[in-house]
Each structure stands twice: as C-alpha cells, then as structure tokens.
C-alpha cells in the first residue's frame, strides 16, 4: 500500500509560521512531481505548490512570497515552509505525488492522510 507522511501541522496566530514535512516510498518521490493540497471544511482541493525532480516549481497565487516548497531526492522528503500563515490559511495540508507541474489533483495519483493547520483569526 501506499503512504505518504506528513507531520508539522498546528494551531498558530496570524502571522505565525509553521513547516510541514512529507516522506514518501523512493518509487513515488524519486520519478514524478510533488504537491501539497489543502482543503478547508466544506471546500474542495486546492493545489497550493508542486515541485518538479529537477526543481522547477508551480505556487497557487495565494500563497505566493508566503509558502516555500522544497524537496530532498536522497531521504525522499517533501516539505512545505509556511510564513505569515493567515486565518484563511486554515485547512488539512495533503501531500501528493504526481505527474505534471501541475496544481490540478486530477494529475496526482498518491496522497497522504493529510495534516491540520489551523490560524486563529
């Protein structure tokens, strides 16, 4: 079966900043794409940063100057650092491996259990 694992998730204030790691089996992290997905209470998936092997990344514009996503080839790990977190921020953090740049989840075939962030407002 397949798992991806993140950790990191919490509760912060406005403004707070939180990192949020994913580890995944060597056949799914080393060949395809990376995301992280996030879906609030009642709403659907959104894709809020994918990264490539080589490193070419894609950020949802929400997200952009405020989210960071990288990734380590070697130990198979994903992580996404959060700064300036906003309470509309709030939502289960997925991560996912894919097969395209992409922030569409229709191209992202294994997901994680997912990880709560919550930002007070």
């Known amino acids: 079966q397949v798992r991806l694992v993140e950790s990191g998730g919490g509760s912060v204030l406005p403004g707070g900043s939180l990192k949020l790691t994913c580890t995944a089996p060597t056949y799914i992290h080393g060949n395809t794409f990376m995301g992280w997905f996030r879906q609030a209470i009642g709403q659907g998936r959104e894709g809020v940063a994918v990264i490539a092997s080589g490193g070419s990344i894609e950020y949802a514009d929400s997200v952009k100057g405020r989210f960071t996503i990288s990734r380590n080839n070697v130990n198979n790990t994903l992580w996404l650092q959060m700064n300036d977190l906003k309470p509309e921020d709030t939502a289960m953090y997925i991560c996912?491996?894919?097969?395209?740049?992409?922030?569409?989840?229709?191209?992202?075939?294994?997901w994680g259990q997912g990880s709560q962030v919550t930002v007070y407002s």
């Open positions: 996912a491996g894919g097969s395209a740049l992409s922030l569409s989840s229709s191209w992202f075939k294994y």
